[in-house]
């Protein structure tokens, strides 16, 4: 991570883990719960929010020390950040640099907003979104999330 | 294995197969024994009486057997049972499943764990495709669906066989007129469906300025739960409410439709015009269940 000075300032390189890039202004810490990340945790982090930035204007920057991000945990991350470049560290230096796709289908990660869904109620399913243009829509009542996705990840 | 879900992934190909069939079976075109052997599980986890009857009548009109949920109360399903544990165990008993349940996206959880062809007849606010099958059949009885301009009035925000019924009409290029109060217009989600499948939607503030124009127009029920004020309800229903002096103007094949039970949304003196079919529109329940039930069972 040697030759970005805008991001040295407010967070130091890491060894080994993953870095997250360019994720939309404020949406950091949405980050670090669509990887699980709340309350008590044994990884060192460190979080930059609304760091200045040529391309965005604002970003936000997620640095997670000693895990590497598993592809599923990429493609979650693009319900919000879609934007997001990801970056394997190993030994301070960039192993791999992961795109962030959005999925077709997301299972599992969203609750369905309606509360009449049958994926609320007690069965043995997990919840399916179809990602389509105008946002994800729920397998079960094709109830469609336009807006604040962040809000509805499990 | 053929399940009927939702009326969105029925291809127009699909929803003319299955109104020829019924056409045909309506003209005394069927065998009797076509399901002879074969056994329907009716499986309704909330009252609606006459989809049930209609659903057995057409089964029994094709030689096949029906076995029955019974009451809700007494089985097990108080005991707290999951919809996927009841489909699995029905699944082994019958042919095909015919699903009614409160939850929205029931009817696709069943397809997923039932060994055999799941109906949807009907799941909570969500689809119910044998109702828009035969809101298509009793349009087509009357007059070709392509290119038609059929009017909806009443509550649209939440009157699911309107929804339905528009999305199954937006694959024969028909024009949609809408007529609601304020607060039950279209859900924004399903207006851009439409409008992304090239619909065309009018929007207008009484009946009167369009009605002389609509080959059909399709009512539904405004429901006195969606005004807190019975004062407030009262004004607005009687507003949109059809009677014969609201039907002088209609062209020569206008047809008038309900899918019933009414309660004030239209004037029974209208009954005897010959352009009311809601009547008839019940009736056609059977034959279209039967090509329902023949589509998924052979
Ligand atoms: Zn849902």
């Not at chain 1, 407010?10 to 670090?32: C, K």
């Not at chain 1, 997620?62 to 997001?84: C, F, Q, T, Y």
């Not at chain 2, 939702?6 to 019924?22: G, N, Q």
């Amino acid at each position: 991570m040697k030759g970005k000075p805008e991001d040295g300032l407010l967070i130091s390189p890491i060894r080994n883990g993953t870095v997250i890039d360019h994720i939309d202004a404020g949406e950091g810490l949405s980050v670090l719960r669509i990887l699980g990340i709340i309350g008590r945790t044994t990884e060192a982090l460190s979080v930059a929010t609304n760091v200045e930035s040529r391309q965005m204007g604002r970003k936000d920057i997620v640095k997670i020390e000693n895990r590497e991000l598993l592809k599923e945990e990429v493609d979650r991350i693009s319900l919000i950040a879609p934007k997001a470049s990801i970056n394997i560290i190993r030994n301070f230096h960039v192993e791999r640099k992961i795109g962030v796709e959005i999925p077709s289908e997301v299972i599992g990660v969203i609750r369905c907003p309606n509360p009449g869904c049958i994926s609320n109620a007690n069965e043995p399913i997990d919840s399916s979104f179809a990602c389509q243009p105008r946002g994800y829509r729920c397998r079960y009542c094709e109830t469609l999330i336009t807006r604040d996705i962040a809000s509805y990840i499990i | 294995m053929h399940h009927i879900i939702s009326i969105k992934e029925i291809t127009r190909e699909e929803i003319d197969e299955i109104l020829d069939r019924a056409s045909a079976i309506d003209q005394g075109a069927f065998d009797p024994d076509a399901l002879k052997r074969k056994i329907l599980a009716i499986l309704f986890f909330e009252p609606s009486t006459r989809t049930q009857m209609s659903f057995a009548s057409a089964m029994l009109r094709l030689g096949g057997k029906v076995i029955n949920l019974g009451s809700v109360e007494t089985s097990s399903i108080v005991k707290g049972e999951t919809l996927a544990d009841t489909i699995s165990v029905v699944s082994g008993y019958a042919d095909a499943i015919v699903l009614r349940h409160p939850k929205e996206g029931a009817a696709r959880l069943a397809s997923e764990f039932s060994t055999v062809p799941v109906i949807n007849a009907g799941d909570g606010a969500g689809q119910h495709p044998s109702q828009t099958l035969l809101d298509l059949f009793t349009i087509r009885q009357s007059m070709p669906l392509d290119g038609i301009d059929v009017g909806f009035l009443g509550d649209l925000r939440y009157g699911r066989t309107a929804h339905s019924l528009a999305v199954a009409l937006s694959r024969y290029g028909v024009r949609i007129h809408t007529i609601t109060p304020k607060g039950l217009e279209l859900p924004p989600s399903l207006t851009d469906d439409l409008l992304d499948g090239g619909t065309e939607i009018v929007v207008h503030e009484h009946l009167e300025d369009i009605i002389s124009e609509l080959d059909v127009l399709y009512v539904t029920r405004i429901q006195r739960e969606r005004f807190p004020d019975p004062g407030a309800y009262a004004s607005i229903a009687s507003g949109y409410r059809v009677t014969p002096e609201v039907l002088t103007d209609v062209s020569d094949r206008f047809i008038l439709m309900h899918p019933l039970p009414r309660v004030d949304e239209i004037d029974t003196r209208v009954d005897a015009l010959s352009c009311a079919r809601y009547f008839q529109q019940a009736r056609n329940g059977v034959p279209v269940r039967m090509a329902m039930l023949q589509k998924v069972l052979s």
